[in-house]
T-cell receptor, first 113, second 114 residues
Framework: DTGVSQDPRHKITKRGQNVTFRCDPISEHNRLYWYRQTLGQGPEFLTYFQNEAQLEKSRLLSDRFSAERPKGSFSTLEIQRTEQGDSAMYLC???????????FGPGTRLTVL | GENVEQHPSTLSVQEGDSAVIKCTYSDSASNYFPWYKQELGKRPQLIIDIRSNVGEKKDQRIAVTLNKTAKHFSLHITETQPEDSAVYFCAALGGPFNDYKLSFGAGTTVTVRA
C-alpha cells in the first residue's frame, strides 16, 4: 500500500496522559497536513509542514499539542495532558505542493476517558 | 478565514435518481474546490475537484459546477447507485497565501434507497 498510513488506528487513554500519533505520507509528497474530525463534522485544519518546516498552526492547536516532521518524511503529533475534549479522529494528509489533491490517511481515533 | 457552508445535511434518493449537494464559501480568493467521499469508518477520498478558472467539470456520473461570482459550487451525482451511499464533503482552498488549508463543509449524508 503506497498511500498515507497512520499509527495507531485507535487509542484509548485516560485524562491527563500523553499520547503520540505517527503519520507516514506518500513518499514523494513534500507537504504533510494534520486535521481533526469530530462526529458529524468535516475535518478541521490543525497544522502543516512543507518538508521539515512547520509553516502554519491553527488556533485549534493549543500549547498541549506539538507536531514534528524531523527529516521531512514521517510526522508525529503529540498531545500532552489529554482532556476529554481531545477525543476525535486525527487525520493526516499529504500532497505534492499546494493546489493539488490532499491524500488522507485512515486516521487515528482517540478516546479520552 | 474561509467559511464553507454545505446543504443539505442529509439526502435520501431512490436508486437511479440524481443527487445534488450545494456549498457556499466566503473567501473570494479561494480557487480550488475538491469534493471528498467518506464511507463509514474510512478515510476521506477525493472524487472530483474543480479550479476557479473552470465553470464545470464532469467525470462519468459525477459533475461539479462553480459560480465564482456567487461563491457557490455544487456536486451532481446522476443515476445513483447503492454504493454512492456515504458522507460527502465539499471544501475550499484559499488564494496564493493560503494554498494549504482546506476548509470543509459539515458534510452531507447521502442514502441511496434500492
Amino acid at each position: 500500500d503506497t498511500g498515507v498510513s497512520q499509527d495507531p488506528r485507535h487509542k484509548i487513554t485516560k485524562r491527563g496522559q500523553n499520547v503520540t500519533f505517527r503519520c507516514d505520507p506518500i513518499s514523494e509528497h513534500n507537504r504533510l497536513y494534520w486535521y481533526r474530525q469530530t462526529l458529524g463534522q468535516g475535518p478541521e485544519f490543525l497544522t502543516y509542514f512543507q518538508n521539515e518546516a512547520q509553516l502554519e498552526k491553527s488556533r485549534l492547536l493549543s500549547d498541549r499539542f506539538s507536531a514534528e516532521r524531523p527529516k521531512g518524511s514521517f510526522s508525529t503529533l503529540e498531545i500532552q495532558r489529554t482532556e476529554q475534549g481531545d477525543s476525535a479522529m486525527y487525520l493526516c494528509a499529504s500532497s505534492k505542493g499546494g493546489y493539488n489533491e490532499q491524500f488522507f490517511g485512515p486516521g487515528t481515533r482517540l478516546t479520552v476517558l | 478565514g474561509e467559511n464553507v457552508e454545505q446543504h443539505p445535511s442529509t439526502l435520501s434518493v431512490q436508486e437511479g435518481d440524481s443527487a445534488v449537494i450545494k456549498c457556499t464559501y466566503s473567501d473570494s480568493a479561494s480557487n480550488y474546490f475538491p469534493w471528498y467521499k467518506q464511507e463509514l469508518g474510512k478515510r476521506p477520498q477525493l472524487i472530483i475537484d474543480i479550479r476557479s478558472n473552470v465553470g464545470e467539470k464532469k467525470d462519468q456520473r459525477i459533475a461539479v459546477t462553480l459560480n465564482k461570482t456567487a461563491k457557490h459550487f455544487s456536486l451532481h451525482i446522476t443515476e445513483t447507485q447503492p454504493e454512492d451511499s456515504a458522507v460527502y464533503f465539499c471544501a475550499a482552498l484559499g488564494g496564493p497565501f493560503n494554498d494549504y488549508k482546506l476548509s470543509f463543509g459539515a458534510g452531507t449524508t447521502v442514502t441511496v434507497r434500492a
